[in-house]
């Protein structure tokens, strides 16, 4: 039986045990989940994300049905724009707190694009909007 502290287990994920999958929320990237979802019950998700070479964006909007959502680059760059916040280039070290429904679109990325994503829940829907 899993211990639990507070609704969570305890879990370490190595990059070296990690695989990326590619049936993520966009075909462009691919996704390495950190364990977190299984830990919390589903309350938080985290995963490292990386670009697909020779993949692009279609750059369309969209938004999610979610109560937190931080991307943290580790690697490349992304341009990401916001709904009234205008576009803005992420590099190594850039983090974004990407507010509750916030439309938004990834308009470009380096194919050495990688990151790292925390939500909550882990489970969210999203929705394809128009240009604000």
Known sequence: M???????????????????????????????????RAATGGAYGAHVIRAVPGMDSPAAWHSHDLDFQMVYVTRGWVVFEYEGQGEHVLRAGSCALQPPGIRHREVRHSDDLELIEIISPAEFDTHDEAAP
């Open 2 to 36: 899993t211990q639990l502290w507070k609704n969570q287990a305890f879990t370490i994920a190595h990059a070296d045990d990690g695989k990326f999958q590619g049936q993520g929320l966009r075909p462009f990237f691919e996704y390495r989940d950190l364990g977190i």
